[in-house]
């Protein structure tokens, strides 16, 4: 699968490839004859049509909108010049191939756009998307300001809106942060607004990094990512239902606490469903989480320790119950399946020395992390023989 990198040029109000000799010799080309005092003051009018002229002129291209799968967020560092600079990065797949998006985290463009991928990630995860940009001139105060505001559709060609609040919480958090600056009479507006650009920078990438982990939990992922599946360090578990519906738990460690996705397969051939899981303590002990499937009633998946034997320790053994309430409005559970399933660490997991899942059913279990580890294959040299003995009971060969 062909990867390409695209990056927001402002100049050119466009999406263009990042390490490309034929777009690096047209900005070259279009600095040059812009020149530098204006390349500096970023967009106008002139300026876009200098630069995509010159595009045009050197074979490069430029598009205005990026179409694909949304398949991953990811917050990236890249160094220069001796300084490390934050990257917000969208993963988008089509037929064509895999385009990565890559984006200052400290830019408008960015932060617009992550305000959408807040939505984007809840209601179109792995689903086509289109993003786009485009620059808006403002007057105030008798001076032209520029906007480079995002853009995001989902498969339906509506607009994703953006979810509210980040940027009141970024402000909150540049106020707290200049306040003890001001309190001592910090009057240097550089300074302050060097504080309030960190700040907010900082804000945007701890929301990407969410975004990316709200896309692991969904089991979405790029196809190289998913090919690789198996890689993915994780607790696994298989239970079927009285239906004979499997339910697939993968859990793995997040701040000290269990969490997670229950798939199902869906109604249609090769459709599977995932809702994510977060366990808490129970009141009676073990680890519980709750998970609702669109079309059914909610869920709750238990943790317990099995009980121990004298042939072996105790392991982690797994439960799903359906809620209800009975005739008199209380409460209930309901098991959806006979048998308990037994949560085991998969290949990649083991390979992870004292991995941190083990560690968070040791403290909430009690259960010894080995135990975690899928049994041995058992011995079968012994097979032949006791094949041979049977054929000898049976008369056969003889």
């Known amino acids: 699968m062909a990867t390409r990198m695209m990056q927001r040029n402002n100049l050119a109000d466009a999406f263009v490839p990042v390490n490309d000799e034929q777009t690096n010799a047209a900005l070259k080309a279009a600095k040059e004859k812009i020149g530098e005092a204006e390349w500096k003051k970023g967009f106008s009018p002139e300026n876009k049509a200098v630069v995509r002229e010159a595009l045009k002129d050197h074979g490069a291209r430029y598009e205005q ?4 799968d949304l398949v991953g967020v990811e917050v990236a560092e890249t160094q220069a010049n001796g300084e490390t ?9 089509n037929e064509a191939g895999r385009t990565i998006l890559s984006a200052d985290m400290s830019s408008e463009f960015a932060q617009r756009l992550i305000t959408k991928l807040d939505t984007a990630t809840r209601e179109h995860a792995g689903g086509e998307v289109s993003i786009g940009a485009f620059a808006k001139q403002t007057e105030r105060d008798g001076r032209t300001f520029v906007d480079h505001v995002a853009t995001m559709k989902g498969p339906d060609g509506q607009e994703i809106p953006a979810t509210a609040g980040h940027f009141e919480q970024a402000k909150e958090r540049v106020l707290a942060a200049q306040k ?8 240097d507006k550089k300074i302050l607004n060097q504080i309030a650009a960190s700040t907010r920078e ?9 975004l990316s982990e709200r896309m692991v939990e969904q089991g979405i992922a790029p196809k190289t990512v998913a090919n690789e599946r198996a890689t993915f360090p994780a607790l696994e578990a298989g239970i079927k239902d009285f239906q004979g519906t499997w339910h697939n738990l993968s859990a793995y460690e997040k701040d000290g606490r269990l969490v997670g996705t229950l798939q199902r397969r869906g109604g249609q051939p090769g459709e599977y469903e995932k809702v994510p899981l977060e366990f808490h303590a129970g009141e009676l002990g073990g680890l519980r989480a709750e ?8 869920l709750l998946v238990s943790l317990s320790r099995s009980e121990p034997s004298e042939a072996q320790l105790s392991k982690v053994d797994v439960r799903i119950f359906a809620k209800g309430q009975d005739l008199e409005g209380k409460d209930t559970l309901d098991p959806i399946h006979e048998h308990p399933g037994r949560l085991r660490a998969n290949e990649a997991l083991q390979r992870i020395p004292d991995h941190r899942e083990g560690k968070a059913i040791e403290q909430a279990l009690g259960v010894d992390p080995k135990m975690l580890n899928p049994a041995p294959p058992r011995e079968v040299q012994k097979a032949p023989a006791r094949t041979q003995e049977k054929q000898q009971a049976q008369g056969v060969g003889l």
């Open 65 to 68: 909108a990026l179409k694909g």
């Open 180 to 187: 003890p600056m001001l309190d001592a009479g910090m009057k």
């Open 291 to 298: 998970a609702q499937f669109p079309d059914g009633a909610p």
């Open 202 to 210: 900082g804000y945007f990438a701890e929301v990407a990094a969410g």
């Open 85 to 93: 600079f934050k990257k917000l990065r969208v993963m988008l797949e």
